[in-house]
């Protein structure tokens, strides 16, 4: 990837920053996602080519990793590696600033409240649920 400068933000955005990443990012992180299959199926609407395209830039930056799917080889399971993972906390910071600003969010008062209140314990659970 050819970074545009030397910001921090700059180098996020190039990374994760076009319409789709993000969402590949969060059905893997909260949704449990983990097939090509089960990402086309999101609300969203993502076409093919765009998914198979974020997809491979995620491995290619190591946000994500696949496998082949022990159950049937020609499938493959996407995970989260480390660096994905720790993208958590800003992920918490979009759930929690849309669910403040926008009144048809689907993030609850109740999950903005947590995130605000106990983001270390809700942190946790949301990694715990990543190992299982």
């Known amino acids: 990837m ?5 910001c921090p933000i700059s180098y996020l955005l190039d990374i994760v920053g076009d319409k789709w990443s993000l969402l590949i990012v969060r059905d893997l992180m909260f949704k449990g996602k983990c097939f090509y299959r089960e990402f086309l199926e999101s609300e969203e ?3 093919t080519n765009i998914l198979a ?3 491979k830039r ?3 930056e190591k946000i994500i990793v696949s496998k082949p799917y022990p159950e ?3 499938r493959k399971v996407y995970t989260l590696t480390k660096k994905g993972k720790d993208l958590l906390p800003i992920l918490l910071e979009i759930i929690a600033w849309s669910g403040t600003y926008d009144r048809k969010s689907g993030a609850t ?3 903005v409240h947590r995130i605000c209140n106990d983001r270390e314990k809700l942190m ?3 990694l715990d649920n ?3």
């Open 124 to 126: 946790a659970e949301v």
């Open 58 to 60: 995620l491995e290619e």
């Open 109 to 111: 008062k109740e999950y």
């Open 2 to 6: 050819k970074k545009r400068s030397n």
């Open 53 to 55: 395209d974020r997809l």
């Open 72 to 74: 049937n080889r020609t």
């Open 45 to 47: 609407g993502m076409a």
């Open 130 to 132: 990543l190992s299982e």
